[in-house]
Each structure stands twice: as C-alpha cells, then as structure tokens.
C-alpha cells in the first residue's frame, strides 16, 4: 500500500510565523503535490513537482514557497503565515504513466491555524 | 463556469437507499476519470477509477461515464451509515498529470 505521511495533523502558528509543512510518501513516485481545501472552495492546487529539485507553480501559489531535495519528501513553506492561510492542506504523490497509475494518492491532512 | 462542476450538497439518504452523486464537465479532452471518498477530517482516497466512456462495478460501487455528454455518476447500491463522507470527482487528460477535481459532494447515509 502507498502511503503518504505529513508531519503535523494539526498546527497552530501566529501572523508573520515561518511554517514548514511536510510529506513524505514511500512508493518511489515521481509527482508530488500540495493542495489546500476550504469549504466551498474544495481542492485548490498550490504547488506540484514532477522531479527531485523541480517545481512548478499551481493555481495558488502566492505565499508558498516549497522544496523536493529528496524524492520521498516535498515541503511546503509559508514564508510569513498570514490568517487568510488557514486551512487544511493536503499532500498528494502519483507516480508518472497513464492508466491506473494516473491517480494520486492523499497522506492524511494537516489542519493549519493562523492566529 | 468551472472545468468541473459539482453539486456541493449535503445530500441526506436514509439507510439501504441506492444513491447517485453525479459531475459534469466541460472540456471533451478528459480521458481518465476518479471519484475519491473523503471522511471527515481526513486526506481524499482513491475509491473508483475508469478510462474513457462505460461503466465499471466493484461491490456496492459503480462509476459510470458518459463522454458524449460529458456527465460521471457514481452509484451506490444499499448504503451504509459508514458510506457518509464527501465524494470528490476528478479527472485528468491523456499525457497530463494534474487532475481537475469537483468540489465534492457531501452524502449523509441516516440509520
């Protein structure tokens, strides 16, 4: 079985905190993403990386930053964690091909409070 | 207008009911096609997967997709209180990993 570990389930930061958030996933996989998901909004892509030290920018990527030195492992930076950045974030990893391989795999979520 | 739409709910069932969570969509290009289950307070998981148009059966679960219409449905037959969860559609081109997902639909299954 795949599975994909974020570090935190719940967090609480203050304004202006640097945070790291981080996933590491055990199955080799090539992908590696980071969404956020607010009710209403469902799931918003902010980050994803398709190699070790490649990233590319999703649908909101305003105030993250994120690193993939190792393969297993991709974090994501809040570089001044702002109030409008609380949410549930979530790690996704899929490995590259099409067919049944072309689905995502979700570690458990970490609930991020700003203060 | 979004790539994917989904009715957001909550949908509320009683016990043993068939229930239909459905999605459309609008670019013709989407070739595979999931539905993830997501409890509450926990990451999405995968729970059905189907390439191009047809249906595709596993236990209580059935995924349909209808391409010429560009609408997916997913049934499930006799539901459980433990199906209560929110059900995410999604799907992807051919030769792109990044998949577009629905907003999901919250379904409540009541003893």
């Known amino acids: 079985d795949v599975k994909v570990t974020q570090s935190s389930r719940y967090l609480v930061k203050r304004t202006g905190e640097k945070v790291f958030l981080e996933c590491v996933q055990d199955?080799?996989?090539?992908?590696m993403f980071w969404y956020r998901q607010d009710p209403g909004l469902g799931l918003r892509l902010i980050y994803f990386?398709?190699?070790?030290?490649?990233?590319e920018k999703g649908d909101i990527p305003e105030g993250y930053s994120v690193s993939r030195e190792k393969k297993e492992r991709f974090s994501l930076i809040l570089e001044s964690a702002s109030t409008n950045q609380t949410s549930m974030y979530l790690c996704?990893?899929?490995?590259?091909?099409?067919?049944?391989?072309?689905?995502?795999?979700f570690g458990p979520g970490t609930r991020l409070t700003v203060l | 207008q979004k790539e994917v739409e989904q009715d957001p709910g909550p949908l509320s069932v009683p016990e043993g009911a068939i229930v239909s969570l459905n999605c459309t969509y609008s670019?013709?290009?989407?070739?595979?096609f999931m539905w993830y289950r997501q409890y509450s307070r926990k990451g999405p998981e995968l729970l059905m997967y189907?390439?191009?148009?047809g249906n595709k059966e596993d236990g209580r679960f059935t995924a349909q997709v209808d391409k010429s219409s560009k609408y997916i449905s997913l049934f499930i037959r006799d539901s459980q209180p433990s199906d209560s969860a929110t059900y995410l559609c999604?799907?992807?081109?051919?030769?792109?990993?990044?998949?577009?997902f629905g907003r999901g639909t919250s379904l409540i299954v009541h003893p």
């Open positions: 990386s398709y190699d070790v030290k490649m990233k």
């Open positions: 199955m080799d996989h090539e992908n």
């Open positions: 670019n013709s290009a989407f070739q595979y």
């Open positions: 189907t390439y191009s148009s």
């Open positions: 999604a799907m992807t081109q051919g030769g792109s990993y990044i998949p577009t």
């Open positions: 996704a990893s899929k490995p590259s091909g099409q067919g049944r391989t072309d689905t995502q795999y």
